[in-house]
């Protein structure tokens, strides 16, 4: 018997043993193969704005096997008090090693004219319940994989201070620099305190850009008014022609821009804010 008779008779039978030993190993790999666990671990406010809320949706991805696995990306179903509010997706690929856990952080944007009807059924409720759902979409060695998830707690009814006016006292002028001390008049319309950590900011007087950081903390009370002060003292000795324009005209047009980090349901929440007009030196 030549070769190509042993060839004809045994090829087939060779890639019937292929395709048996390839849907073999397959279905071993599906067999040892676990789906990665998810877990919503927090759903937590991180800032506010005069536009609206932000969210931050923590996310552990638990993978139980032995070789790393990828994600493209998240859907996400958020409802407050009942009321459908926010849903999306948000496509990153992070891998994930063999037999490890990560943390991703979603975040979620919520306008007041969404959260108007949640405001106005939640007048005497500091907190409102929620219920965030989804499917976190995962490329794994036997296809792609979209794991569900769901989490539910309650989350602060926040609405974000309001800058009322900005008041300035000049300690002292000259052409060596300036003191004054900048206050910050704020309203909290929640019906529970403030606590504000810490406050950056970034002052343009008549063009000239200065910056600096505020870090005493202090508390705004329920639905009242409080004053944060900025001492400002700028060195004036490289300056020039700008610093003797400023103190002949004894006035100058400002750009405040600050960024307050308040302590709201235990956690760090910014506010960014921009107030501008003219104040007097003298």
């Not at 403030?194 to 343009?204: A, F, K, R």
Request: glycine share 6%; proline share 6%; aromatic share 6%.
């Amino acid at each position: 018997m030549t070769f190509r008779h042993v060839w004809k008779i045994c090829a087939p039978l060779a890639i019937i043993l292929m395709v048996l030993a390839g849907a073999g190993c397959k279905s071993l790999l599906k067999k040892a193969y676990r789906d990665p666990k998810v877990k919503v671990v927090d759903v937590a406010l991180t800032d506010v704005s005069t536009s609206g809320l932000e969210l931050g949706v923590n996310v552990e991805i638990d993978n139980p096997n032995p070789i790393k696995v990828s994600f493209s990306g998240m859907e996400y179903d958020l409802v407050v008090d009942n009321l459908p509010m926010a849903k999306g997706r948000k496509d990153s690929l992070i891998e994930i090693k063999a037999s490890d856990k990560t943390n991703v952080t979603i975040p979620v944007e919520l306008n007041y004219n969404q959260m108007a009807a949640v405001y106005n059924s939640s007048i005497v409720k500091d907190r409102v319940p929620y219920t965030l759902s989804g499917k976190v979409f995962l490329n794994t060695p036997v296809g792609s994989v979209p794991l569900p998830y769901q989490a539910s707690g309650t989350m602060p009814v926040v609405k974000p201070p309001t800058l009322r006016g900005v008041k300035n006292r000049t300690n002292s002028l000259s052409t060596e620099g300036l003191d004054m001390t900048m206050t910050l008049v704020l309203d909290n319309p929640n019906g529970y305190p403030l606590v504000l950590q810490n406050l950056e900011y970034q002052l343009n007087l008549n063009g000239q850009e200065f910056s600096s950081t505020h870090s005493q903390t202090q508390t705004l009370p329920a639905k009242g008014r409080g004053e944060v002060n900025l001492p400002v003292k700028l060195n004036f000795s490289s300056l020039g022609q700008w610093a003797v324009s400023l103190v002949t005209s004894g006035q100058a047009s400002y750009s405040l821009k600050y960024r307050a980090t308040f302590i709201i349901d235990g956690k760090p929440v910014r506010q960014t804010e921009v107030n501008q007009g003219t104040i007097k030196l003298r």
